[in-house]
């Protein structure tokens, strides 16, 4: 199996009463999986692999990334025709977002 850096994840510093220990894993890769799993900003606990829990996270990224750049182009749009077609793709986009979250 070869292991490929995709991405990097994060998050805030727990505090002391916020921590939890870690499970007992016989592999490195489960053990590897469970911090991701609990690294990632939504609850996946329907999805059974790795893959498919990333697979859905890259495209939330994706997907606020898009919402961020209509709203950037719907406030340098002039024509009033135009915002409204854009506003429609942003709420569209925003919804689906509300879905997966």
Do not use: C
């Not at 007992?24 to 329907?46: G, K, R």
């Not at 790795?50 to 340098?76: G, P, S, V």
């Amino acid at each position: 199996m070869k292991t490929v850096i995709g991405s990097y994840y994060r998050s805030k510093w727990f505090e002391e009463n916020e921590r939890s220990n870690l499970p007992l894993f016989l592999h490195l890769v489960d053990l590897y999986e469970h911090i991701i799993s609990e690294l990632l900003p939504i609850n996946t606990d329907t999805l059974s692999s790795i893959e498919e829990k990333l697979a859905l996270n890259k495209k939330l990224e994706q997907t606020h990334q898009e919402i961020n750049q209509l709203k950037k182009k719907l406030k340098a749009e002039k024509q009033f025709n135009r915002k409204v077609e854009i506003n429609l793709k942003l709420k569209e986009l925003e919804n689906s977002f509300l879905i997966f979250d």
